[in-house]
């Protein structure tokens, strides 16, 4: 069977409220407002569906807040309508520039809508406002994806010099399979993905070894390891050169979330 290196294709558990559960809101809400009322109910209830309405109609009540759509664009994200959670995400961006929930709800949006220099844009903003090693990940994953090597070379330099936890975790696939590992190791697979596809070998191997060192289990890693452990000896019949950009592409392939 013919072996590539894997890459990731991952859901980033965003630390701010991309992925949180909708919470209710202290503001207050307009007297006697039915659709407030539903909205709460359905909140409770789990339903997304009747929230995601009620808040519509709310919306389009005569002094109604308009805080409400930020929840609004939260609620479209968790069922993938990303055409919407972009439109309130761009709306209330006009009013809030600075928001860095609304700034990362965009951005997600915009790699699923196959927007990656849009989406690039957003999360370099991102970076340079939070310093969050989470947005180095997805900016790297998004520059690997449309092979902005150097790029993605110079924000994993910057990456690495940012401050990591252990309960900093991600989730990736490997066919059917999902696993979680230490994001700082995500970060060095990335690294390691883009030295080689620059053909800097023993620079890759080595960023391959090093997240392996924080993660023994990590599959991906360590298959790419193998991989590139059998090309050295030689083995280049059964296992060609990997990083193919036909199927080495974390940015453009389907992701989950979680």
């Known amino acids: 069977m ?46 997304a569906g009747t929230a995601t309405i009620s808040l519509n ?40 520039p600075d928001d860095i929930n609304l700034m990362e709800l965009k951005g997600v949006c915009l790699e699923k809508l196959q927007q990656p220099k849009e989406a690039i844009d957003v999360f370099e903003k991102l970076l340079k406002k939070t310093q969050s090693p989470y947005h180095a990940y997805k900016l790297m994953e998004l520059q690997y994806g449309i092979k902005r090597l150097v790029e993605c070379l110079e924000t994993a330099e910057a990456a690495e010099k940012l401050t990591y936890q252990p ?50 289990s990590f599959v991906l890693a360590k298959q790419n390891l193998e991989a590139l452990r059998n090309i ?8 060609p050169v990997p990083g193919n950009p036909q199927q080495a592409a974390p940015a453009t392939n389907k992701q989950n979330q979680n």
């Open 57 to 96: 109609y709310y919306l389009a009540e005569p002094g109604s807040d308009q805080k409400y759509a930020d929840t609004l664009a939260m609620l479209y994200m968790q069922q993938g309508a990303y055409p919407q959670c972009y439109y309130w995400a761009r709306q209330r961006l006009l009013v809030k």
């Open 232 to 239: 050295e000896i030689g083995d280049r019949k059964n296992n």
């Open 167 to 216: 309960g900093f975790i991600m989730t990736y696939n490997v066919g059917q399979q999902v696993g979680r590992t230490y994001l700082q190791a995500g970060v060095y697979n990335i690294h390691a993905l883009a030295l080689y596809d620059l053909d800097k070998k023993a620079e890759a191997k080595a960023y391959f070894e090093k997240a392996l060192a924080l993660d023994t």
């Open 2 to 47: 013919i072996k590539n290196l894997f890459i990731f294709i991952v859901w980033m558990a965003f630390a701010l409220s991309v992925t949180a559960q909708p919470k209710k809101t202290t503001v207050a809400p307009i007297k006697n407002s039915q659709h407030l009322k539903v909205f709460e109910q359905a909140v409770i209830s789990g339903d």
